[in-house]
């Protein structure tokens, strides 16, 4: 089965759904100078360790689906290749501060987080072919899918969209009609969770938010996110929103112990509302391939720490 799962962040609604040896970490797998550099300035200026602030980052939810509170997960990641898909049925074509801010950010955020994680992302302003893919995803159960379109289903379901929220249309219609028509046709599936929650999302002060899903051969393995963001908002508000949410999407959170993307301490004084040099090492380190998808807690804390200490050699 693949699960759907909620937590929300500070600052931002997000609707989730989610061992190697000491003596054998590969040299292209240790941590360099740059990265070491990070790691010290973060406990020097913080206090905290960064095992245990590494840990909690790809571990920890503030508030989970399943429970309504805060939890702690198996490690939630993308196994391969993703593609990075902008569809609003033409809203994005027809907006051009859309395509001017938040399209041309998408890009940019697409492009580091490729060369972080050494994935290939499409990245393409299209719709999401419903009829086709529908016909695969409401298999649930993987086995289910005919052997010849196992291989296609892994490779072309890896989707993170971003969805920017057309105020005019909801005005026009209701908020109600947006999201049956809009929001859970574009998850491949009719799901009146995901109706609920964007209904809840919008009605809310909140800016931006994303459902994420996971797989259906690895409940831990991420395959599927869609991002909402609120269109009438600053160009400010537009970019820090893409920024947070293609970061979240691709597995680290907010939790009791992790405070929301932005609220991160900004080492060496970046420009503000942009992810920093932090960010990216956490996401660099998540990942590196000793740190396995459905892996606890404790097996990360041991990972990073033996990560560290062999980098430091």
């Given at each position: ?63 989970c689906f399943e ?93 993170v969209h971003l ?88 597995g680290p959170s ?60």
């Amino acid at each position: 089965m693949n699960k759907i799962r909620t937590y929300l962040s500070i600052g931002f609604l997000v609707v989730t759904i989610c061992l190697v040896p000491f003596g054998s970490v590969r040299a292209e797998n240790l941590l360099s100078s740059d990265d070491l550099q990070i790691i010290n300035k973060f406990e020097n200026k913080t206090g905290v360790s960064f095992n245990e602030f590494f840990a909690d980052a790809v571990h920890d939810e503030e508030l989970c689906f399943e429970t309504r509170s805060a939890c702690t997960l198996p490690l939630n990641k993308f196994a391969s290749n993703i593609n990075f898909l902008l569809g609003n049925d033409g809203f994005v074509e027809r907006d051009e501060r859309i395509r001017r801010v938040g399209v041309k950010e998408a890009y940019e955020v697409r492009k580091t987080i490729s060369r972080v994680t050494d994935f290939k992302i499409d990245f393409a302003i299209k719709e999401i072919d419903i009829k086709e893919r529908a016909t695969y995803f409401r298999e649930i159960d993987v086995s289910a899918i005919p052997t010849e379109n196992r291989k296609r289903w892994k490779e072309d379901f890896r989707i993170v969209h971003l969805l920017f929220v057309e105020q005019e249309l909801i005005d026009l219609t209701s908020v109600e009609f947006y999201a049956k028509s809009w929001v859970s046709k574009k998850i491949f599936w009719e799901n009146e969770t995901f109706v609920e929650s964007f209904i809840s999302f919008y009605k809310s002060p909140l800016l931006c938010a994303g459902v994420f899903v996971t797989a259906p051969w690895d409940e831990d393995e991420l395959l599927f996110t869609q991002i909402w963001i609120k269109s009438n908002i600053s160009d400010f508000e537009l970019t820090k929103c893409v920024q947070e949410e293609l970061y979240n999407a691709m597995g680290p959170s907010e939790g009791e112990n992790v405070p929301s993307v932005f609220d991160w301490p900004n080492l060496f004084n970046e420009e503000p509302g942009k992810l920093t040099k932090l960010h990216w090492l956490v996401l660099k380190i998540l990942y590196m391939p000793q740190f396995e998808i459905g892996q606890s807690k404790d097996e990360t804390r041991v990972e990073i720490a033996e990560l560290i200490d062999a980098s430091r050699k």
